[in-house]
């Protein structure tokens, strides 16, 4: 009797358990693989040689008994969590007497830190060291070999705040880290520094191209790039780029801005506006495995591109008890892409849309070259043209012999519809040709890259 008197109890404690985790499986196309309950503060990946990429997720209390604000990972063989490190991640609890009878305490979070793409167990982090009774300013750079079960001081950088650390993913002897205006450089695995160079007002972070590491980028409120391994900089874009990635193959940069998601082809020294969603990317995750399929995620769910992110379709808005993603992770060999929001993550594997409508910028599906308004006209008329992708364009008015009078437009042009005034000023008045002609570099097919258009110039 009374070992039937406790069985409901125990089954309770089992269930609460389960619900604490959020173990759960449903028809709406994912798995609720952790539930903190208390909220997500934050999410980091690093992207590993092999094509991997470790992924640490920082409740607010994580449930293992770790503390508060410490990363946790998720081990697929294992279907389990468990914490990141020997707490070098853990934020630092702090509790000082200001006066008047009134204390300040709170956390402290590691400012910067970096994983070695090459060996995990290797990590560079700028953190803050405990203090009793005095504020937490004391800030200092560290480095692990043994997964943060120990750390070094680096005594040259005490009470300073770095805004970007990089690790070579080639060579992890290479690292850079960034305070003030000031680059510096490590050639072995943190121990002993110097000063490298100097990017003005520059408080952003720093990215190893991973095919050419000699290509840094330093993204801030612009984007600027070396070539030189960071012994000199120039500005690539003005866009303030929230989110970065470099594809699997090395072979294209995408990044976002705001609600609009751009990719460059040249290694980032140009950029071309591709989809643009209702609200503003806060998520984004290439496919190892393929190049053209990229996830992003929104307050509104998950979406997905499977043409480099020409076009977005909504492809799950169902998740629960919150649909507002701040990190995602796609894995190789797998077709399932991890999803953190605001409370749970998921593993989410097949498309489900609760009340929800395609939010996504149609584009056109043929390049086509429209007739010119007015037309005939004196001397000036728009000209309007429709890209599937991006591309080579030129632009360019012909006389009657064929003959070259004007060329209007010869630069690379992002996929959308465009227009441009041509002033005719200075040519006879009588019948011209438009010819638009896109490409080589785009994948326009060859058999309808060019529209020619007839037009009449007045006099």
Not at 417 to 441: C, M, W
Request: charged share 15%; glycine share 8%.
């Amino acid at each position: 009797m009374k070992i039937a008197k406790f069985i409901p109890i125990f089954c309770l404690i089992i269930l609460i358990k389960l619900s604490e985790f959020g173990y759960s499986q449903n028809s709406y196309g994912w798995e609720r693989i952790y539930n903190s309950i208390y909220g997500i503060n934050g999410s980091y990946i690093s992207i590993n040689t092999d094509g991997t990429k470790l992924w640490l997720v920082r409740p607010v209390y994580n449930l293992l008994g770790t503390g508060y604000y410490d990363f946790i990972r998720y081990t697929e063989s294992s279907d389990s969590w468990h914490p990141a490190s020997g707490s070098i991640f853990k934020a630092v609890y702090y509790s000082y007497y200001i006066g008047g009878g009134v204390s300040i305490s709170g956390y402290e979070y590691p400012h910067w830190f970096a994983v070695s793409p090459c060996d995990s167990t290797f990590i560079l982090i700028n953190t803050t060291v405990a203090h009793v009774g005095a504020p937490p300013d004391d800030k200092r750079l560290f480095y692990s070999y043994n997964n943060g079960l120990s750390r070094v001081d680096i005594p040259a950088f005490h009470y300073k705040v770095f805004h970007g650390i990089a690790i070579n993913p080639l060579n992890d002897s290479i690292c850079y880290a960034t305070f003030g205006d000031s680059i510096i450089k490590s050639s072995d695995r943190g121990a002993n520094w110097f000063s490298h160079s100097a990017l003005i007002g520059f408080a952003g972070r720093l990215v190893i191209n991973p095919v050419d590491t000699n290509i840094l980028y330093a993204i801030d409120d612009s984007l600027f790039i070396s070539s030189n391994g960071g012994l000199d900089f120039q500005m690539s874009s003005e866009k303030k780029f929230s989110q970065f990635m470099i594809s699997a193959s090395g072979l294209e940069l995408v990044a976002t801005s705001k609600h609009r998601l751009y990719a460059s082809l040249d290694k980032g020294f140009t950029w071309i506006a591709r989809d643009s969603l209702l609200d503003s990317i806060s998520a984004l995750s290439t496919d190892p495995d393929n190049d053209e399929i990229i996830f992003a995620g929104t307050s509104r769910g998950l979406y997905k591109s499977t043409n480099s992110g020409y076009n977005f379709q909504f492809f799950n808005n169902s998740f629960s008890p919150s649909r507002k993603i701040q990190f995602l992770c796609k894995q190789p060999g797998v077709n399932y892409v991890f999803a953190v929001t605001e409370e749970a993550v998921y593993k989410c594997w097949n498309s489900f849309l609760v009340n929800a409508e395609d939010n996504s910028v149609n584009l056109p599906q043929e390049l086509k070259l429209h007739q010119n308004y007015p037309n005939p006209f004196n001397p000036v008329t728009t000209i309007s043209y429709d890209l599937p992708e991006d591309g080579i364009v030129t632009l360019k008015v012909y006389d009657i012999l064929g003959r070259e009078v004007r060329t209007l437009v010869n630069e690379m042009k992002s996929a959308g519809s465009h227009s441009i005034q041509f002033n005719a000023e200075g040519l006879a008045g009588g019948t011209y040709f438009l010819r638009l002609h896109a490409g080589p570099g785009n994948r326009i097919k060859p058999v309808t890259n060019v529209a020619v258009r007839k037009i009449v110039l007045l006099k």
